[in-house]
T-cell receptor
Framework: DSGVTQTPKHLITATGQRVTLRCSPR?????VYWYQQSLDQGLQFLIH???????AKGNILERFSAQQFPDLHSELNLSSLELGDSALYFC?????????????FGEGSRLTVL | QQQVKQSPQSLIVQKGGISIINCAYE??????FPWYQQFPGKGPALLIA?????SEKKEGRFTISFNKSAKQFSLHIMDSQPGDSATYFC???????????FGKGTRLSVIA
């Protein structure tokens, strides 16, 4: 158990809908990263928050947004969903701002868009 | 633009054999190179990591070999076991500044 909790584990929704994925980092970790995992693209970095502030953006679509709350949990919002958004979404946390330390991944939220 | 290229995509190894997974990178500013292991239904977990000041790092049956001039690094799994069957991801970052960039993964199957 990594200590990172993601909910929901599975989500099935229709095109055009909006969903919210939630992540609770390990106790004491200030950084939260979101990654998208698909079969053909591997793990794609989406966005990084540190202590409530956005620190880096990757290949995140404009239809997607995220935030980190004062209690350090994070939410990833996906809107106007398309079939291609079906993927595993991982949250990872770490103690510091940088990525040179270990990232602890949750078990992911599997999103299926029909 | 893929910053870290990983090969092979899949690998089948006999029990007791050596598994070798290779990665190549382009950004010479990368200075942290971890390998993550992912079992089905789980998130990736750090297996072993190396920095470019050493050419090799060994932890148990797992070894990272690093070739700075060739901009390549590889994971060797000695005496591969069925329990090693998983997907392995190499990654790279500029420590303290950038998020980890992952390769596309290698699905390893160790058969008895």
């Amino acid at each position: 158990d990594s200590g990172v909790t993601q909910t929901p584990k599975h989500l099935i929704t229709a095109t055009g809908q909006r969903v919210t994925l939630r992540c609770s980092p390990r106790s004491g970790d200030l950084s939260v990263y979101w990654y998208q995992q698909s079969l053909d693209q591997g793990l794609q970095f989406l966005i990084h928050y540190y202590n409530g502030e956005e620190r880096a953006k990757g290949n995140i679509l404009e239809r997607f947004s995220a935030q980190q709350f004062p209690d350090l949990h994070s939410e990833l919002n996906l809107s106007s969903l398309e079939l291609g958004d079906s993927a595993l979404y991982f949250c990872a946390s770490s103690v510091g701002q940088g990525s040179a330390g270990e990232l602890f991944f949750g078990e992911g939220s599997r999103l299926t868009v029909l | 633009q893929q910053q870290v290229k990983q090969s092979p995509q899949s690998l089948i190894v006999q029990k007791g054999g050596i598994s070798i997974i290779n990665c190549a990178y382009e950004n010479t500013a990368f200075d942290y190179f971890p390998w993550y292991q992912q079992f089905p239904g789980k998130g990736p977990a750090l297996l072993i990591a190396i920095r470019p000041d050493v050419s090799e790092k060994k932890e148990g049956r797992f070894t990272i070999s690093f070739n700075k001039s060739a901009k390549q690094f590889s994971l060797h799994i000695m005496d591969s076991q069925p329990g090693d069957s998983a997907t392995y991801f190499c990654a790279a970052s500029i420590s303290g500044n950038t998020p980890l960039v992952f390769g596309k993964g290698t699905r390893l199957s160790v058969i008895a």
